[in-house]
């Protein structure tokens, strides 16, 4: 058989385990009526935003595909490249979307059984999202490389991932951050019931944002940066010099490490099945390192075998253990089994204010580490094996993607779980033992969003390189004043586009606040249960809201460096690309790890510490974690793909950027 087409092979496995799961889950019955009458409502609710969505998605897809097709330095191979990037981005979130959104109730249902049962179910339909992600993501690399046998065309493939990535975060962040600020403001603080309460209105619009945002939107992020780290490291592989191997073998380097990575995490799913019945938390990150340790020990013979020269292996083997390190950082500044976190709960007890100023200096001090851990990566894979040392180090960062986003994506759907249970009236134990993996899944979630920090600065910054060596530039003087207008403009790219998702979610977030009061004003019997709440209504403001406001964040992303490249030439375009990934990582680092704190510091109270749920510092730290939820789920991530996202146009325009000689 021809090596060349292992990578598809590898993918093909990993989206047949992924259909075998979900056939698994969905055979599972929902014996409650209301349970499975909630699970179809989010689902319903889920679907109708995709497709509205993806309608104004198609629009910039037509349009950037034509501008593609008919500019003589790209062409249309590029073209098709960026349009097949953004359906099989499209593609695997919608499988995440409908695996979710029929997993809640299922896993209610499996949690009245066991929590192990719980986990296996939601942590099954995480892997579902997981494994359809790097599956589609491998073939459709592998299969335009063996067509075109040009990498540097792929890289429309990325781009055509990067714009879906960044309406889907942008948006499905709105939207889930909308319908959570409402919820608790008015439900938990002002009329003191539970967030999942059935009479509070904003509770359906809550748990779909949770799959909107968390799901589709955190699958189409790691999608993206999936693809583009290989994408970049084999067009960088193609002009490597030093390895005494054929060419062709350092372009392929890359894809054999993803394969052995997918049939790891594969692995890592049997794992985490043999350990289900012990602690939630343990029994996940056994299956994280196994993965990680056997894809560490796969990639000897395959880096052995195919390329010869063993400082590769020890490239892939930093990038490997500094995405773990990551990972680690993240959960030890965002859980609340860890002092940060714990002394932002302790903070509550003053006020919201006391609260808010903690979660934001514990974000602040939390880009320490990560920056080290980059820095320490980007110096040994450099050290290793220059820059393409650097590039295979991240391809070893995401090679473990197909779990490690599966233990994320299990998060919402726990989470909607619990809101199902309490809903459904499932019964106390039930919704503890649900409680439990929601707990659980807010530090997987930190932990996965800490990941895709990181492995986007890394990618972001391999790139950047594959940008300077496509424009035939070695190095820039700093002194030089395009330049400098460069950095200050790539720096300034991050605030803006924060600024404007933030306040998207605020604005979005006071209609919604406003809606819940008036219902609970003008609905007779919805706090003694006689009169039902309109919950379509919560729904509409969410979807209509993240669809308006997620268009100008993805014009700023795409048109920047397109004009500055144009107007200033390719080294002011290289100091945006720098200053960006500099300004956008350590704010999105900053707003994560806060609202990953402000969250679980609330959880820590709820759990009866400090006074517990009702509580004035329980109200505290209500608010600090509505502060939180954009910085968390809406701007911070959306910086991932941002970074990405600019790389990645610079790349697909540098012929053109290159013809204007500036």
């Known amino acids: 058989m021809n090596v060349e087409y292992i990578p598809i092979l590898a993918g093909a496995l990993s989206l047949g385990f992924a259909a075998y799961l979900f056939k698994k889950i969905k055979s599972i019955r929902v014996e409650n009526d209301k349970a499975r009458e909630i699970s179809e409502i989010i689902h319903e609710g889920a679907m109708t935003f995709l497709k509205q969505e993806y309608r104004v998605l198609g629009i910039f897809v037509v349009v950037i595909t034509v501008l593609i097709g008919i500019t003589q330095t790209l062409g249309w191979g590029v073209a098709v490249s960026f349009v097949l990037g953004a359906f099989l981005s499209v593609l695997a979130g919608n499988i995440g979307m409908r695996i979710a959104t029929l997993a809640n109730a299922r896993t209610a249902e499996s949690c009245k059984k ?149 049939v790891s995490a594969i692995i890592g799913n049997f794992i985490i099945k043999a350990k289900s019945t012990g602690q939630p938390h343990k029994v ?76 934001f200096s514990l974000g602040l001090i939390s880009t320490v580490p990560p920056v080290i851990i980059i820095c320490v990566a980007l110096f040994m894979g450099y050290y290793f094996a220059g820059f393409f040392g650097i590039a295979i180090g991240a391809v070893g960062m995401l090679a473990t993607l197909g779990i490690t986003l599966a233990t994320d994506a299990y998060g919402p759907v726990a989470d909607n779980a619990a809101g199902v249970a309490e809903m459904a009236g499932l019964g106390d134990e039930t919704r503890k033992r649900a409680e439990e993996l929601d707990a659980v899944g807010n530090t997987t979630a930190a932990i996965g969003k800490g990941f895709a920090i990181g492995s986007a600065a890394l990618t972001a910054l391999i790139l950047l390189i594959g940008f300077s060596q496509a424009v035939g530039i070695e190095s820039v003087n700093l002194l030089e004043v395009k330049v400098v207008i460069g950095l200050f403009l790539g720096g300034l790219l991050p605030c803006v586009f924060s600024a404007l998702a933030n306040k998207a979610v605020g604005q979005a977030a006071a209609q919604m606040v406003a809606e819940v009061r008036r219902q609970f004003k003008e609905i007779p019997g919805i706090m003694d249960g006689s009169g039902k709440p309109d919950y379509k209504a919560c729904v509409s403001i969410s979807t209509k809201a993240s669809l308006q406001k997620m268009i100008l964040p993805g014009v700023l992303a795409v048109a920047s460096p397109v004009l500055v490249g144009l107007f200033l030439g390719a080294e002011s375009l290289l100091g945006l690309l ?36 009702g509580s004035e510092t329980h109200k505290a730290a209500v608010v600090g974690d509505t502060v939180g939820d954009p910085f968390k789920d809406t701007a911070g991530p959306s910086l991932n793909i941002l970074i990405k996202l600019m790389a990645i146009v610079s790349i697909v325009i540098a012929p053109l950027v290159s013809s204007v000689g500036l």
């Open 284 to 359: 996940l990150n056994v299956g994280i390192f196994g993965s990680a340790i056997i894809t560490a020990l796969a990639a000897y013979p395959i880096v052995k075998y195919t390329v010869g020269d063993m400082s590769l292996y020890w490239a892939i083997l930093t990038g490997l253990i500094a995405g773990v390190l990551i990972g680690l950082s993240t959960e030890y500044f965002t859980s609340d089994k860890n002092r940060p976190t714990q002394e932002v709960a302790e903070a509550s007890k003053t006020g919201p204010g006391t609260n808010i100023i903690s979660g």
């Open 578 to 613: 720098a200053g960006s990934t500099v300004v956008g990582f350590l704010l999105a680092v900053i707003m994560s790890n806060a609202g990953g704190a402000w969250d679980n510091a609330k959880k820590y109270i709820e759990a009866g510490n400090l006074g517990g749920k």
């Open 114 to 262: 066991s929590l192990s049962e719980g986990l296996r179910v939601a942590f099954s339909s995480g892997s579902v999202m997981g494994l359809s992600v790097v599956g589609l993501g491998i073939i459709g690399v592998t299969g335009l490389y063996l067509y075109f046998r040009d990498p540097e065309v792929i890289y429309g493939f990325g781009f055509g991932a990067s714009l879906v990535a960044l309406f889907a975060r942008v948006g499905g962040g709105i939207y889930t951050k909308a319908a959570d600020v409402g919820a608790d403001l008015v439900g938990k603080v002002e009329a003191g019931i539970p967030e999942d309460d059935p009479r509070n209105p904003a509770s359906i619009a809550d748990n779909v944002g949770d799959n909107v945002g968390d799901v589709a939107g955190m699958g189409a992020d790691l999608f993206e940066s999936y693809v583009d780290s290989i994408i970049a490291a084999m067009a960088l592989g193609a002009v490597a010099t030093g390895y005494a191997v054929q060419q062709g073998n350092l372009i392929l380097l890359p894809l054999f490490i993803a394969s052995a990575g997918i």
